[in-house]
Nanobody, 126 residues
Framework: QVQLVESGGGSVQSGGSLRLSCVAS????????MAWFRQPPGKEREGVAA?????????YTDSVKGRFTISQDNAAKNTLYLQMNSLKPEDTALYYC??????????????????WGQGTQVTVSS
């Protein structure tokens, strides 16, 4: 049974940092395309970053380039991470981990990803 469980969210001040984790079970992350999405209050879910180990490729949406880093631990931890630095109030959202069995990064729309975590809240105050 595929399961994704996020953690690491919290409340920080503008300029602060957080590291989100997503522990995967039921599959091996290196065989999947993995991504982070977020959903700000009252807005649609949007793709933030994605990676695929098979092609050693990563993608970031423009608003987080240079501030966020996506990575994964392919060993026993089978975990996806999102290191978020220089956080801004507009980064406030519910952050989701997502996965799809692919060796490429699909277009970052929710419909292209099959498996989802429950989300972890990130709140950035000014």
């Amino acid at each position: 049974q595929v399961q994704l469980v996020e953690s690491g969210g919290g409340s920080v001040q503008s300029g602060g940092s957080l590291r989100l984790s997503c522990v995967a079970s039921g599959f091996t992350v290196r065989h999947y395309s993995m991504a982070w999405f977020r959903q700000p209050p009252g807005k649609e879910r949007e793709g933030v970053a994605a990676l695929t180990t098979a092609r050693d490729a990563a993608y970031y949406t423009d608003s987080v380039k240079g501030r966020f880093t996506i990575s994964q631990d392919n060993a026993a931890k089978n975990t996806l991470y999102l290191q978020m630095n220089s956080l801004k109030p507009e980064d406030t959202a519910l952050y989701y981990c997502a996965a799809v069995p692919a060796d490429y990064i699909p277009i970052l729309t929710p419909s292209n990803f099959y498996y989802w975590g429950q989300g972890t809240q990130v709140t950035v105050s000014s």
